[in-house]
C-alpha cells in the first residue's frame, strides 16, 4: 500500500479520467471507482479498482477524492446535496477537481459545505496518452497542507505538479494558457490562409514552422492533427468552451482580456 494515501475515491472515468485510475492502482493505491458504464466498471475492476454504486460510497472511507469531470455542471451535480461527495467525505479528506471551470464554482461549494473536505483546483494540460506515460501536467491549487498531501498521489499520473496558490489560482493559470493557446491556434490559421495566397502549402509551411522561429506548439498541434481543418474539428470544441471559461472568469474579476481575447475570437477559427 501507498504510503502517501490508503484509499482513493475516483469519479469520471471518461477519456482522461480512466487511464489514472491504472496509474493511480500501479502505485500502490486502493481505488474506489463510480462509474456508470458498465464496461468501464469491468475494465477499471479487471484491474483491481474497486466498483461502488454511488457518489456517496466514492467518499466515504477516502483520503483522497480525485473528481476528473467535464463542467461546472457535472462537479455540482456530484458534489452537492446530501448524496454528494463534499456532504460524505471523511473529516480531514481532500477533493481534487481536475475539472476546467471556474473559481466561483469551487468558491460556491466551499461556502456551502464550510466543515467539508479541504477542495483543491486541479486543471490539466496533456492527453490521454500523456496520463498513460506519467507526464500529465496538473497544476494544483489549494490549502498549503492539503497540496502537499495530495501532491505524492497525483504523481501516479502527472509530471511535473505545479503547485499554484490557494483556491482558484490553478484554474485562472490554466484559462489563462487555453486562451493564449486559441490565440496562438488562431495565429497559426491565419498564417495558413497567408501561405494559400502566396503559394506556399499548408504542409509545407508547418513543416518550416517546426523548425523555424515563428513556430509554436500550437502549430506543432496542428501539424500532428493534420492541418487546420482536421485539427479544428477535433480540438474547436473545446478551447470554445475554454475560450468563454475565461471571459467569464476574467468578467467576475473586472479584468479585460484585451488582445488575447480579440485574436481568439476573431481569427480563421470559429471560437467565439
Do not use: W
Amino acid at each position: 500500500m501507498a504510503e502517501t494515501t490508503r484509499v482513493i475515491g475516483f469519479i469520471g472515468a471518461g477519456r482522461m479520467g480512466e487511464p489514472m485510475v491504472p496509474r493511480l492502482l500501479d502505485a500502490g493505491h486502493r481505488v474506489q471507482v463510480y462509474a456508470r458504464r458498465p464496461e468501464v466498471r469491468d475494465r477499471l475492476g479487471a484491474r483491481g479498482a474497486v466498483a461502488v454504486e454511488s457518489v456517496a460510497e466514492v467518499a466515504r472511507g477516502a483520503d483522497v477524492v480525485i473528481s476528473c469531470l467535464f463542467s461546472d455542471a457535472q462537479l455540482r451535480d456530484v458534489a452537492t446535496g446530501a448524496d454528494g461527495l463534499l456532504a460524505n467525505a471523511e473529516p480531514g479528506a481532500a477533493v481534487v477537481s481536475h475539472t476546467t471551470g471556474t473559481v466561483g464554482t469551487l468558491t460556491g461549494l466551499t461556502a456551502e459545505f464550510p466543515d467539508g473536505p479541504a477542495l483543491l483546483d486541479a486543471p490539466v494540460s496533456g492527453s490521454a496518452d500523456d496520463i498513460t506515460a506519467g507526464r500529465l501536467t496538473v497544476l494544483l491549487g489549494g490549502p498549503e497542507e492539503a497540496v502537499h498531501r495530495v501532491t505524492p498521489v497525483l504523481r501516479a499520473y502527472a509530471d511535473p505538479v505545479i503547485a499554484t496558490g490557494g483556491l482558484g489560482t490553478a484554474l485562472n493559470l490554466k484559462l489563462i494558457n487555453n486562451v493564449l493557446f486559441a490565440a496562438n491556434a488562431q495565429l497559426v490559421a491565419a498564417a495558413v490562409e497567408l501561405g494559400t495566397g502566396l503559394g506556399v502549402s499548408e504542409n509545407s509551411l508547418l513543416e518550416a514552422l517546426a523548425q523555424c522561429s515563428g513556430g509554436s506548439r500550437a502549430a506543432g498541434y496542428v501539424q500532428s492533427g493534420g492541418g487546420v481543418a482536421a485539427f479544428a474539428k477535433i480540438v474547436a470544441p473545446f478551447m470554445r468552451k475554454d475560450v468563454a471559461a475565461c471571459i467569464e472568469a476574467a468578467a467576475d474579476r473586472g479584468v479585460d482580456l484585451g488582445q488575447l481575447r480579440t485574436v481568439a475570437e476573431t481569427g480563421p477559427l470559429d471560437l467565439s
